[in-house]
């Protein structure tokens, strides 16, 4: 079945240390986004991939870096520099690059630092 | 900026309608949308509305779109339990991709 998968589900990291968050997608979409999710707040952007070996910043970037290097994979490092990393982290995609607004999400990382 | 805003629970008797609120900031938008979240998981996408439209209706859930007031809202008839999860309201913000500024969700309880 085609879909968005996101590695691990959960996640504990010490301080101090960066973590990559893996997403993966079979529905040859060509937009990619990185979203996080904080309780009582909406859904914030930190990046987008609108195509291979292409991104921009959202509104929250600070603190992260993404690669596109490959259609299927956009993959998010949280490092050392985001003050406020612990939150759920959600990766989505789009098969139009733009205006439609249908997201297909993945089910979610969960990163707690300790 | 856009902002989106929802109140944050609902708490609703299994059978009867739910109905949850959202107002926007930017008359401009011109997709407005509703996601279900369950728990521990991803959003799903229950419907969109153009900005065009007044009212959709599918199945279960009637959308609402008040471009005046810039208010939408999600009613849901014969609420049951399995309806109970976070509802985002969100709405396509400019820049010609498709970034949506969301809400911050309205956890809908359902109770026998």
């Known amino acids: 079945d085609g879909g968005i998968t996101q590695s691990p589900k959960y996640l504990f990291r010490k301080e101090g240390q960066n973590v990559t968050l893996s997403c993966e997608q079979n529905l040859n979409h060509d937009a990619m986004y990185w979203y996080r999710q904080d309780p009582g707040q909406g859904l914030r952007l930190i990046y987008y991939s609108q195509i291979v070996n292409d991104f921009q910043k959202g509104d929250i970037a600070e603190g992260y870096s993404v690669s596109r290097e490959k259609k299927e994979s956009f993959p998010l490092t949280v490092t050392s520099a985001q003050k406020n990393p612990t939150a759920f982290y959600l990766c989505?995609?789009?098969?139009?690059?733009?205006?439609?607004?249908?997201?297909?999400f993945g089910e979610g990382s969960r990163l707690t630092v300790l | 900026g856009e902002d989106v805003e929802q109140s944050l629970f609902l708490s609703v008797r299994e059978g009867d309608s739910s109905v949850i609120n959202c107002t926007y900031t930017d008359s401009s938008s011109t997709y407005l949308y509703w996601y279900k979240q369950e728990p521990g998981a991803g959003l799903q996408l229950l419907t969109y509305?153009?900005?065009?439209?007044d009212m959709k209706q599918d199945q279960r859930l009637t959308v609402l779109l008040n471009k005046k007031d810039k208010h939408l809202s999600l009613r849901i008839a014969d609420t049951q339990t399995g309806d109970s999860a976070i509802y985002f309201c969100a709405v396509l913000g400019p820049g010609g991709y498709n970034k949506l500024i969301f809400g911050a969700g309205t956890r809908l309880a359902v109770h026998p």
């Open positions: 509305i153009f900005s065009n439209m």
């Open positions: 989505a995609s789009s098969r139009d690059r733009a205006g439609t607004g249908e997201l297909f």
